[in-house]
């Protein structure tokens, strides 16, 4: 397992902007899923954007497809969530997470071993 620590949470005025990352202890990155879920208060928490790193492959929710965009920086070992247009609907806490082992993304917690603490994105 490795830690991943969040940043970038804040609060930001609808249109606005924010750029979560997310730093990792200790990955190769060569080939494993980095995902970022949210989970807003009263609701289940939601797969929001995933990357494969072996091909770059990405998913988006539909809910921030043409607005949020996944990227990562290998040298740094960070993984980014780039929000614009952002809306009060994703207000949430927003979590990193990741499934090593060369395995692909999928929608289930239970496969995304390793999470960061979470930060807090609110929009008004």
């Known amino acids: 397992h490795v830690q991943l620590v969040e940043s970038g949470g804040g609060s930001v005025q609808a249109g606005g902007s924010l750029r979560l990352s997310c730093s990792a202890s200790?990955?190769?990155?060569?080939?494993?899923?980095m995902a970022w879920f949210r989970q807003a208060p009263g609701k289940e928490r939601e797969r929001v954007a995933t990357?494969?790193?072996?091909?770059?492959?990405?998913y988006y929710a539909g809910s921030v497809t043409g607005r949020f965009t996944i990227s990562q920086d290998n040298a740094k070992n960070t993984l980014y969530l780039q929000m614009n247009s952002l809306k009060p609907e994703d207000t949430a806490v927003y979590y990193c997470a990741a499934r090593p082992g060369g395995y692909g993304c999928t929608t289930k917690l239970v496969d995304y071993t390793d999470w960061g603490q979470g930060t807090q994105v609110t929009v008004s």
């Open positions: 990357m494969f790193t072996g091909d770059g492959t990405t």
């Open positions: 200790a990955y190769t990155y060569s080939s494993h899923c």
